[in-house]
């Protein structure tokens, strides 16, 4: 009896063993059957929210940077980016924040800073202190509008209040090489007039830029329209029509609308794998109405300033590079001046031009830096009723400079200036110590 049942336990074993395991198999499946379908679920789930996304994306023109620049270019290319409709990423605009503060030191007093004007130039003097100094902490909004505009605005912070000191919009969608401009902007007239000064090499601007511009350079109300030309290297032309409100240049009383006109030409070509050059000419030219040429004066007339720009960057890596840039202006001017003080009204000409040439070379964080400026280079003509005006000495400067980058959004600057554009001769020994920093959706700057 044992024996057979044995027999038999032997006998139903296998059919137990495999029952038991198909039951299991079957377990199994259900499980990987429960898991697909909710992964099945999920899949649903995420092709629905790219969905969504998909019928938010608008088809926006952006910006490319041309290489060795260090804005943004209208060279165009088709991006995907989302507008500030149907609850996208880019509801809210990119928003940044830099600050630009310096210690100062002059052998001057503060007085005799901002009454230091250029004898035949300007009636401008430097606005800083010797001391502590807050130059601004610039706020920068930007984001697309709508598949056809992107909004710009740039509006610093000084201890006299806030300002708008730009806010335009830009065209994305017309044909391709075409662009328009529209607000207030900085001009494209030059190189460092189109780049806030934040971004300059050296604290201040040039001398030529002081003389004929002011050191808040070209910023006007108006329109550009830019043309991206169809050559094998970036081309551009541009054309401006401006309120004229540049104090030194024009003035806003000048007419009753606007009454400044630019134009300009700019090109990039790389002559090697590490190497660009950049250049072009410029010209703005309208009707002026100022007090700046000199004290207790006023002139009405015509002015025009041709600028001539040149720029070669050699960067063979992150961590090493040269740049040289290089400017030329001429300005002609001529007109009425009333001189209150005489009662007396004299036709005034002239024609005088300036230059500066500065080269930074960059090694690991830090870079180096010298800049040579100068006005009455070669044309130096200030004709009052006819007569030929003795201005004395050329005005000229040297300066050099030391930095060092923590990282691409904070700098600490050195710079000393041996200033002689005082045609007396009273020399100003500058020495300035400049802290920069961006925080925000603010690109790093480009060597």
């Known amino acids: 009896m044992k024996r057979t049942i044995i027999l038999l336990s032997l006998l139903m074993f296998p059919l137990i063993s495999s029952q038991v395991l198909a039951s299991d198999l079957e377990s199994r499946i259900q499980a990987m059957e429960e898991t697909l379908r909710k992964q099945e679920e999920t899949i649903k789930e995420q092709q629905k929210i790219i969905n969504e996304l998909k019928d938010q994306i608008k088809t926006v023109k952006i910006m490319e940077i041309p290489k060795g620049e260090e804005k943004p270019s209208a060279v165009q290319k088709e991006a995907k980016a989302t507008g500030l409709f149907g609850g996208s990423a880019m509801s809210n605009p990119n928003i940044s924040m830099v600050l630009n503060t310096y210690a100062y030191s002059s052998n001057l007093t503060t007085d005799e800073i901002r009454s230091r004007g250029i004898q035949g130039y300007t009636t401008e003097g430097i606005n800083r202190r010797n001391g502590f100094n807050f130059d601004s902490a610039e706020f920068a909004i930007y984001a697309p509008v709508d598949p056809y505009f992107n909004l710009y605005a740039t509006i610093p912070v000084t201890e006299d209040g806030a300002e708008v000191e730009e806010a335009y919009f830009v065209t994305t969608s017309l044909p391709v090489g075409h662009q328009l401009k529209g607000g207030k902007f900085k001009s494209g007239f030059g190189r460092l007039n189109a780049v806030h000064p934040h971004a300059w090499d050296f604290v201040d601007a040039p001398l030529p830029y002081r003389a004929f511009i002011g050191d808040e350079g070209i910023m006007e109300k108006g329109v550009q329209y830019t043309y991206l030309l169809p050559l094998p290297f970036y081309t551009i032309l541009g054309a401006e029509v401006l309120q004229g409100e540049n104090r030194p240049l024009f003035g806003a009383d000048a007419t009753g609308g606007p009454h400044a006109y630019t134009g300009f030409l700019k090109a990039s070509l790389d002559?090697?794998?590490?190497?660009?050059?950049?250049?072009?000419?410029?010209?703005?030219?309208?009707?002026?109405?100022?007090?700046?040429?000199?004290?207790?004066?006023?002139?009405?007339?015509?002015?025009?300033?041709?600028?001539?720009?040149?720029?070669?960057?050699?960067?063979?890596s992150k961590v090493q590079g040269f740049k040289i840039q290089s400017e030329y202006l001429y300005r002609s001017q001529y007109g009425d001046l009333t001189d209150f003080n005489l009662g007396l009204v004299q036709r005034l000409e002239r024609y005088q031009d300036g230059l500066y040439i500065q080269g930074v070379y960059l090694w690991n964080r830090w870079e180096f830096g010298a800049r040579y400026d100068t006005l009455s280079l070669f044309k130096d003509e200030y004709n009052l009723g006819g007569v030929k005006q003795d201005l004395g000495r050329r005005p000229w400067r040297a300066s050099a400079m030391v930095d060092y980058n923590f990282s691409e959004f904070a700098l600490l600057r050195l710079q000393y200036n041996h200033d002689e554009s005082d045609v007396n001769g009273r020399v100003n020994h500058e020495v300035f110590l400049q802290a920069l920093f961006t925080i925000g959706a603010h690109p790093a700057h480009q060597f």
């Open 271 to 316: 002559v090697s794998d590490n190497a660009t050059i950049l250049f072009g000419p410029s010209v703005i030219t309208g009707k002026t109405k100022t007090d700046t040429i000199a004290a207790n004066t006023d002139f009405t007339g015509d002015s025009t300033l041709y600028g001539v720009e040149f720029t070669y960057k050699w960067k063979p």
